[in-house]
């Protein structure tokens, strides 16, 4: 049985977390294999919204395992609360399962983030300040805790190291010290309450691969927001492209099935960075209003445009998509008028393909085909064949396009507003 994964292929909040949702319905696993709580993930259930950022969408089935694997950063605290949240709303958490090789983060993380921004002045990258980044610069600086480490002897010990070498650096910038005692103090009521949910959960996942178990892949973030493929510096603090599913979770490429890109029927990016099609007027203002595209983690106004065509077959390279899952589809058929970018204008050179050298995105004007829109009421339509041609002529021009089938259609917010291809 091959494992499917879930990408976002643009800035993220493309509305990964209904496909998945979807797929899981029929997933005996459902994996989520980078970032930490700087992504975030909606999800409606039961006629209640959810916003989720570290567990699995797949939690929702209760016959789902849900796995947060090793490429994940995890703040206790928020997972925490995260659990005792779905538990309140009669939510069963008991498939929820936690790798033990997942880095963790600290006060320290959290502090070192603000500082790094505020040290940026007007070059400000637009983080979440939730600490991912300088979590995963320890991971990488071989000075992280892990979960395993929470419940050894050495914690205290390692705690106590990475607290003095961080107060050495707020120091400089005169910025509060930290206590080890207080942290430790705190994180021994988070170790006692996470402790049944962790294993090894890249020997689990394979072990139900092999018993034929139906296993899903979900990413965080976006493939435009990558550490290596994205706008960088403009980036998250990871892969949250098909690399990073794959060393995130311990699968190999073999197991690898469908992979499905995920966007919407127009684009959004929130935080800083180059946005070729971004729309600074009444169109993007109206188009962030019909979709509310406010911010799962931080409530910040999206920034909306229309959807870009260029970037779209760059993600789908990158990743190896075999399949396009388009949300909201009913929102941009709202408007009279619909534009798709095919190219980009590039001191009069015509570019089509993307770039991440963010002189050339910002000097760059996007090219564009116009479609009508006034799809009408769409939300009750469950087959493609029932859409008004003006959404058929749409969706067909995506396809041809990018040669990419599209295989989910969003037509409304609620789980089961969606077109599905057999």
Not at 266 to 285: A, C, F, H, M, Q
Not at 363 to 371: E, G, I, L, M
Request: hydrophobic residues 35%; contains cysteine.
């Amino acid at each position: 049985m091959k494992v499917d994964v879930v990408l976002g292929s643009f800035y993220g909040d493309e509305g990964k977390g209904k496909v998945i949702d979807h797929l899981a319905q029929n997933a005996d696993v459902s994996v989520r294999a980078t970032g930490g709580n700087n992504a975030g993930h909606t999800i409606v259930f039961d006629g209640k919204k959810y916003a989720m950022h570290l567990i699995p969408s797949g939690i929702f089935s209760k016959n789902t395992i849900a796995i947060i694997g090793n490429g994940v950063v995890i703040d206790p605290k928020v997972l925490v609360d995260e659990i005792n949240n779905l538990k309140a709303n009669g939510i069963d958490v008991s498939n929820l399962k936690i790798s033990d090789k997942a880095h963790v983060i600290f006060p320290y993380h959290i502090a070192m983030d603000k500082l790094l921004e505020d040290l940026r002045k007007e070059g400000k990258i637009g983080t979440t300040n939730r600490g991912i980044g300088p979590a995963y610069c320890d991971k990488f600086e071989r000075s992280g805790i892990r979960v395993c480490d929470l419940y050894k002897e050495s914690f205290k010990k390692l705690l106590d190291r990475n607290v003095e070498a961080k107060n050495a650096l707020f120091k400089l910038y005169n910025y509060p010290k930290l206590n080890s005692d207080e942290i430790y103090k705190t994180y021994l009521d988070y170790i006692e309450e996470l402790r049944p949910f962790v294993c090894q959960t890249e020997v689990l996942v394979h072990k139900c691969i092999e018993e034929g178990k139906k296993v899903i892949c979900e990413g965080a973030q976006a493939t435009l927001l990558d550490i290596d493929f994205g706008s960088y510096p403009y980036v998250t603090s990871s892969n949250p492209t098909i690399g990073g599913i794959i060393t995130g979770s311990g699968l190999g490429a073999k197991d690898i099935g469908e992979v499905y890109g995920v966007l919407k029927g127009y684009s959004s990016r929130v935080g800083e960075g180059p946005y070729i099609t971004e729309l600074k007027n009444e169109i993007g203002d109206k188009i962030r209003e019909l979709g509310h595209e406010y911010g799962t983690t931080t409530g910040r106004p999206r920034r909306c445009g229309w959807l870009d065509l260029v970037a779209l077959k760059y993600a789908i390279n990158i990743n190896g998509i075999t399949a396009l899952a388009i949300n909201h589809v009913d929102t941009i058929g709202k408007l009279d008028e619909i534009k798709v970018c095919t190219a980009y204008d590039f001191e009069g050179n015509i570019l089509d393909a993307f770039t991440t050298d963010a002189d050339i995105c910002s000097n760059s004007k996007p090219v564009y085909k116009t479609f009508k829109g006034n799809f009408g009421d769409i939300s009750n339509i469950r087959k493609r064949k029932d859409l008004p041609k003006e959404a058929k002529a749409y969706l067909n021009f995506i396809e041809k396009y990018t040669k990419t089938p599209i295989k989910f259609i969003g037509v409304g917010p609620e789980r089961e507003q969606v077109i599905v291809k057999k």
